[in-house]
């Protein structure tokens, strides 16, 4: 079986930012491009907004949250395409600032999502991307400043060139932890649930970087995290400055990076600029 076509997943796309890098791809990228949801009922309402625009995504259901259903979107790659050519993790999940769920549970909900989520998508989905392959996750600013606000000991552990998996799984289910038990700001974590899960995702974006270049350096596939700049969405309200249009040319940018690219890879990018870390 021939697989000729190539194809884009972005994942939590059928509203806000991942619509729009969802549009943009259907516009800019050559092959496939598979729009996700949790709820089919809105990814496919999403799906047809957007051939009424002329375009044509294809539809596939994806809740993060569920092993199952990632387990079933990398079987439809499989074995419609063969792999993978761009993988965009867009999904995540942010409490309301006046929300008044209790902040372990606010944390508890926001890490399983924002971070095992999005680790358990590329578990499944790296080991499919192509040679030239791209994969971008849609990390956040906040997770920079709130790296700044922990304790000296995290910061150098966070942003440890050595820091394995295991290690940052390790940190994300301590601070579950200690902000169950009402000590995350005297071990040294910040006071706020999003932006830590945002350190996680960026951090995991370096460690697979740095494994697909040990394990994978001729296959030449760039992977990065970014900032998509302050977005207005249903998660962020209307006052932020950006339209979601604006807050997918970083993300869609580096799903575009040219085949002969050799970086930016394993990077933190915002305005499609590296930041230091």
């Known amino acids: 079986m021939s697989f000729s076509s190539r194809v884009a997943v972005i994942t939590g796309s059928n509203k806000g930012i991942g619509f729009a890098i969802a549009r943009a791809l259907c516009r800019q990228f050559s092959g496939d491009v598979v729009l996700t949801a949790r709820d089919p009922a809105r990814g496919r309402a999403a799906v047809q907004q957007l051939q009424a625009e002329g375009l044509s995504p294809r539809f596939h259901q994806l809740d993060i949250d569920d092993l199952q259903s990632i387990r079933a979107l990398r079987d439809f790659l499989r074995q419609e395409y063969g792999g993978l050519d761009v993988l965009v993790n867009n999904a995540g999940i942010a409490f309301k600032g006046n929300d008044p769920t209790p902040f372990h549970i606010k944390t508890e909900v926001t890490m399983k999502t924002n971070f095992f989520g999005t680790r358990n998508v590329c578990t499944e989905l790296l080991p499919l991307v192509k040679p030239q392959g ?14 700044r606000n922990c304790s000296p000991e995290l910061q150098q552990r966070f942003r440890s060139d050595t820091i394995s998996e295991e290690e940052l799984v390790g940190l994300m289910n301590k601070f579950v932890e200690d902000a169950r038990n009402g000590v995350h700001q ?12 945002k350190i996680g995702v960026t951090v995991l974006s370096r460690i697979h970087a740095r494994n697909l270049s040990a ?8 992977l990065n995290a970014c900032c998509p700049g302050w977005v207005r969405t249903d998660m962020t309200g209307p006052e932020a400055p950006k339209s979601p249009e604006e807050g997918a040319e970083t993300p869609v940018f580096l799903a575009l990076l040219p085949s002969d690219a050799e970086g930016p ?4 990018v915002l305005e499609k600029r590296v930041e230091q870390w």
Request: proline fraction near 3%.
């Open 186 to 197: 005297r071990e040294g974590w910040p006071n706020r649930t999003y932006s830590v899960t």
């Open 215 to 222: 394990h994978r350096s001729a296959d030449k596939i760039l």
């Open 265 to 268: 890879h394993g990077q933190f």
């Open 134 to 147: 791209r994969v971008v996750n849609v990390s956040s600013m906040e997770g920079l400043r709130a790296l």
